[in-house]
């Protein structure tokens, strides 16, 4: 009975001893086959955290996809997708836990290949160390540099440089020494607080748990005493306390609670707090947790906050201090990791995700892209797939946040494609603009509904879409003058008459074209609001501008017209013999030849023109207009 009592206070003690272990998370990056999943694979097996079966499986694996030879490829670990096994590389990213008597890891393996950046930057975004391999063989790369720099740009501050593969030069010092020199003069200026250099050979286990004997000239740790001792940020319960809302618990209606994780800071029962958005207070009474209430939480916790009053708080917000309130604002400047093939392009309407908020957003400026290697800011119009670039964004509706280099979880965001709802790129905040506060919109007395009484109609947004030679001018032209005959206020934006004036700076590249159609829908919104109706004939080949032109507009107030015309018709009709010249490469960027036209998925008025005349469909719009007018 007293050994039972024993072994049950020991179980006790070691549980409580883990508990309370600091938790290191860090992840491996570099090039292509630089080494980073069979480093992680010897540091699991040298630390004797592999189970029996899984050292038989791995074995058996080793033999069947190894590039070991008869040794265990340990990168087997953590290479778990059919495809990285076959291919010998890392695609998705991996992560481990394992812990040693002093500290408590989270590893994320990440893939080196440059069309992988997003699951680098997935891994980098929540560690505290990158462990950056390097070939001894290959010196510093570009890849090196870019994971580098990313890591930096996340908030990474402590970096050990792993010089692998040292045996494969014979364990040679100045070799390890001359790519320690090529890479603290590239990272001088990214803002590492420690960077510790280490050479080893993963493959063998050289300075990966204990000091080889292989390299008699290196007197530094090795990479586990390293990663055991190196210091964690810690000033997380030191920060502004922020409480991202990602959910409203009402079982009942005795219960109203906030359910989030503390992101930074610590509350307590009875302390004030405020909500970011509306600066509405009260103060804490309850913090429930599944395990029973709590008198306070701290940064990581997830609990549900209950208040003593019924305000108004809903998930997108923040619970805050009052005297120390985040940035609220509609307008701000970001770095952003592009990942997508189709580049950003200003202009273009996107989802801007936070922690807990999603907003509809507009890169109103890209400033410039960073070249990776030199740090150069150079000018560009839009910002390719890896890019990482400075750019401004303006929100549909104001977001609580911080800049990134306060806290890392309330200043990041994503960014979405609005219709397949892909993850297109990441963004760290760096700050609020000045114009948010400076320009707010101005109430006017008279409005658009006392400008469309007096026209005795409703305005409406027509807007003709269609490729080149579709006849959508045609259509629009005959449409004007019944709905004029019949009384009605109206003015027609023509896509080459615009773009004879208001747009004549602009070209037929993609991101002219977006900032084209931009224009067009501002112009239209405005004569919208002056009470007209608007008939608005372009091209508009992108579904996203589509969009953002009928998100502009009143609800009902934006018509989207698709004139279906086969493109054969189109270049048979080619009344400005424009099809003959982009057939021959005479013109570039031209709709359905050499630049895509996103047909419309859901038009409001169809009219597929083949067979019918342009009046006849003017009268179907027409006759659209009346019903919609009346109900």
Request: aromatic residues 8%.
């Amino acid at each position: 009975m007293e050994t039972a009592n024993v072994s049950a206070d020991n179980i006790v003690a070691y549980l409580n001893a883990q508990e309370h272990k600091s938790m290191l998370r860090f992840l491996t990056c570099g090039s292509v086959d630089d080494g980073k999943s069979t480093l992680i694979g010897r540091l699991l097996y040298d630390t004797k955290l592999i189970f029996e079966d899984q050292l038989v499986a791995l074995e058996s694996d080793s033999r069947k996809h190894g590039t070991a030879g008869e040794l265990i490829d340990f990168a087997l670990l953590v290479d778990g997708l059919e495809a990285e096994r076959e291919q010998g590389i890392t695609i998705d990213v991996a992560y481990r836990f394992f812990a040693t008597e002093k500290r408590k890891f989270i590893v994320a393996d990440t893939p080196g290949h440059e069309e992988y950046t997003r699951n680098m930057a997935t891994g980098a975004s929540t560690a505290d160390l990158a462990i950056v391999l390097v070939d001894s063989r290959q010196g510093v790369l570009r890849q090196t540099r870019r994971h580098s720099f990313i890591a930096s740009l996340l908030g990474i501050r402590h970096v050990v440089l792993a010089v692998n593969k040292i045996d494969l030069v014979e364990y040679d010092q100045t070799v390890f020494d001359r790519i320690v020199a090529d890479y603290m003069a590239f990272a001088k200026d990214l803002g590492f607080e420690t960077v510790a250099p280490i050479p080893m050979s993963a493959r063998f286990g050289d300075n990966i748990t204990a000091r080889s004997q292989n390299m008699p000239w290196y007197a530094g740790p090795a990479l586990l005493e390293h990663l055991e001792t190196v210091p964690i940020d810690s000033d997380g319960l030191e920060k502004p306390f922020r409480f991202p809302v990602q959910y409203v618990n009402r079982p009942n209606l005795n219960f109203r609670g906030f359910a989030g994780q503390v992101a930074s800071g610590r509350i307590a029962v009875g302390d004030e707090v405020m909500v970011a958005k509306s600066r509405q207070s009260s103060r804490v009474k309850e913090i429930v947790t599944r395990d029973g209430n709590l008198d306070q939480a701290v940064e990581g916790q997830p609990v549900t906050i209950v208040l003593e009053d019924q305000i108004e708080v809903s998930r997108g917000n923040i619970l805050v201090k009052p005297e120390d309130g985040p940035h609220v604002a509609d307008q701000l400047q970001a770095h952003v990791i592009w990942f997508d093939a189709d580049p950003m392009i200003p202009g273009r309407s996107y989802i801007l995700r936070t922690e807990t908020d999603s907003v509809n957003c507009t890169v109103t400026t890209l400033k410039h892209e960073i070249d990776v290697n030199t740090f150069a800011r150079e000018s560009v119009k839009s910002l390719p797939m890896n890019g990482v670039g400075v750019c401004n964004l303006s929100l549909q509706a104001p977001i609580a946040f911080d800049t990134y280099r306060q806290n890392r979880t309330t200043g990041n965001f994503v960014i979405i494609d609005r219709y397949s709802n892909a993850t297109l790129g990441a963004g760290m905040i760096d700050f609020p603009l000045r114009r948010a506060e400076n320009v707010h919109w101005q109430a006017m007395e008279v409005n658009k509904t006392a400008r469309a009484a007096l026209k005795h109609q409703k305005p409406a947004v027509l807007w003709f879409t269609g490729l080149s030679g579709s006849g959508k001018s045609t259509i629009a032209n005959n449409l004007e003058k019944l709905l004029h005959a019949n009384g009605k206020h109206t003015y027609m934006l023509d896509g080459d008459n615009v773009r004879l004036g208001l747009n004549r700076d602009l070209g037929f590249t993609p991101e002219d074209r977006v900032e084209n159609i931009r224009r067009v829908a501002e112009v239209a919104k405005l004569m919208a609001d002056a009470g007209l109706i608007v008939l608005v004939s372009f091209i508009s080949p992108f579904r996203s501008e589509r969009r953002l032109a009928r998100d502009m507009m009143d609800e009902g107030e934006f018509i989207e017209i698709f004139v279906d015309t086969p493109i054969e018709e189109c270049a048979k009709r080619d009344p400005k013999g424009l099809y003959l010249k982009a057939k021959a490469g005479q013109i570039a960027n031209f709709t359905g030849i050499s630049s895509p036209y996103e047909r419309p998925e859901d038009p409001d008025i169809h009219l597929r023109t083949v067979g019918h005349d342009p009046q006849e469909l003017a009268v179907r719009i027409a006759d659209f207009l009346q019903k919609r007018d009346e109900g």
